[in-house]
C-alpha cells in the first residue's frame, strides 16, 4: 500500500482481520518497537496514558494467556501478545474513570485501552504482521502476568503471521445505509 494513496488508511482499515492461525514465524524487534510506539501515541482520555503495555514472548505464557481469553481456544498461538493493562493510579475518577464525569464515568478508560490496541493492529498490518484482539478473564490474566489486583487488563493483542492454510470468516460488513443516520437517530440524507 502506497502512503500517498488518498485511500490508503481506508485499504489499511479494511485489510485488518482477526488472525485464528499463526505460523511459528517470529517477529523482528524493531517491528514490536513500533507498534508499541503507535500504542504509546494513541489519543487517551484527558491524555492520561492510563495504560502499561507487557509484552509476551514466553510460549507457555502465551499459551496460557490464550486460554484465558473468550474464543481464545479457536486460535493457534501467536509469536507474542501485548497485554493493555489499564492502571488504576491514572485514573482519577470513580472506578477507572480519567476524570469526574458523570455521563463517561469509567468508559473513557476503557475507550482509550481499545484506542491503543487498534492503533497497534493497524501498525502490525501496515507491517503486514497480523493479529487478533481478545479479552481475557481478569482474575487468571492478572494472575500470570502478576499484574496487581486494583488494576485490569482488558485486552490482549496476539500479533504473528497467518499460517498459509488458516482458517478465515468470511468478512462481511453492514451496508452503510444500514449502520448511519443524519442530524438524529433514523434520520435521512435527503
Not at 28 to 53: A, M, V, Y
Not at 73 to 86: M, N
Amino acid at each position: 500500500m502506497s502512503t500517498n494513496d488518498g485511500d490508503y488508511f481506508l485499504k489499511l482499515s479494511k485489510s485488518r482481520k482477526t488472525t485464528y492461525e499463526f505460523s511459528e514465524r517470529k517477529i523482528k524487534e524493531s517491528d514490536i518497537k513500533k507498534i508499541l510506539e503507535t500504542g504509546r501515541w494513541s489519543p487517551s482520555c484527558s491524555n492520561t496514558q492510563p495504560w502499561h503495555f507487557i509484552v509476551i514472548k514466553n510460549k507457555d505464557t502465551i499459551k496460557q494467556l490464550i486460554m484465558t481469553a473468550n474464543y481464545g481456544d479457536f486460535h493457534t498461538d501467536p509469536a507474542l501478545i501485548i497485554a493493555l493493562v489499564l492502571l488504576r493510579d491514572e485514573c482519577s475518577g470513580e472506578g477507572y474513570s480519567c476524570f469526574r464525569g458523570k455521563d463517561s464515568s469509567i468508559y473513557d478508560s476503557y475507550m482509550s485501552i481499545g484506542m491503543a490496541s487498534l492503533t497497534m493492529a493497524l501498525e502490525a498490518k501496515d507491517l503486514a504482521i497480523d493479529s487478533c484482539i481478545l479479552t481475557p478473564s481478569q482474575d487468571i490474566v492478572k494472575k500470570i502476568l502478576k499484574v496487581k489486583k486494583e488494576d485490569a487488563v482488558p485486552l490482549l493483542v496476539g500479533f504473528g503471521y497467518q499460517d498459509k492454510k488458516a482458517f478465515q470468516k468470511k468478512r462481511e460488513r453492514k451496508e452503510l445505509s444500514e449502520i448511519t443516520s443524519y442530524e438524529s437517530f433514523g434520520g435521512r440524507n435527503e
